[in-house]
T-cell receptor, first 114, second 112 residues
């Protein structure tokens, strides 16, 4: 099976702009989770989607949003970018069937906000 | 907020030596997982240990879990240069249907 793919891999934006990141999960996986990774805060959970519904949400402002499509592909959007949004954004997929699911991570999108 | 806290933050060893990383967490868990991340890349799942398990092995990896102390350790035996990476523990709460909560990781450097 193909792994989790994320596009684009690298992105440079300026403050105030918005950005959309895409994640294609492993075939058959219904859960997609998004994480933000920064040197200072580490890996922080953004949200999880399962069968097109947001199942869990982390402690991020409303500028961060996401969605999941019927084919389980997911997008996350960040509006009104701030310098502090510069980070590696990781998406992970899993079957979504239980708490012992292994998360399979994509390579990430490196976002730089200038 | 982070639940897991890895210790040490960084570890440097010679090839062939064993590497031990520790993780502490705060709340009751369903399971604890260890992941590896090579520089700037995605995470790779290494091993999962359930709350009712005390020890688990996978190849050169040995994980222990002490729920009374809310701590876990990851031992990598006979380390190789290719083991150089960051290692994260992540917990799943016992309250169910909750996301993974990651620690800040241990940066392991294995010197050939």
């Amino acid at each position: 099976k193909a792994g989790v793919t994320q596009t684009p891999r690298y992105l440079i934006k300026t403050r105030g702009q918005q950005v959309t990141l895409s994640c294609s999960p492993i075939s058959g996986h219904r859960s997609v989770s998004w994480y933000q990774q920064t040197p200072g805060q580490g890996l922080q959970f953004l949200f999880e989607y399962f069968s097109e519904t947001q199942r869990n949400k982390g402690n991020f402002p409303g500028r961060f949003s996401g969605r999941q499509f019927s084919n389980s592909r997911s997008e996350m959007n960040v509006s009104t970018l701030e310098l502090g949004d510069s980070a590696l954004y990781l998406c992970a997929s899993s079957p979504g069937s239980g708490d012992t699911d292994t998360q399979y991570f994509g390579p990430g999108t490196r976002l730089t906000v200038l | 907020s982070q639940q897991g806290e890895e210790d040490p933050q960084a570890l440097s060893i010679q090839e062939g030596e064993n590497a031990t990383m520790n993780c502490s967490y705060k709340t009751s868990i369903n399971n604890l997982q260890w992941y590896r991340q090579n520089s700037g890349r995605g995470l790779v799942h290494l091993i999962l240990i359930r709350s009712n398990e005390r020890e688990k092995h996978s190849g050169r990896l040995r994980v222990t879990l002490d729920t009374s102390k809310k701590s876990s350790s990851l031992l990598i035996t006979a380390s190789r240069a290719a083991d150089t990476a960051s290692y994260f523990c992540a917990t799943v709460s016992s309250s169910g249907n909750t996301p993974l909560v990651f620690g800040k990781g241990t940066r392991l450097s294995v010197i050939a």
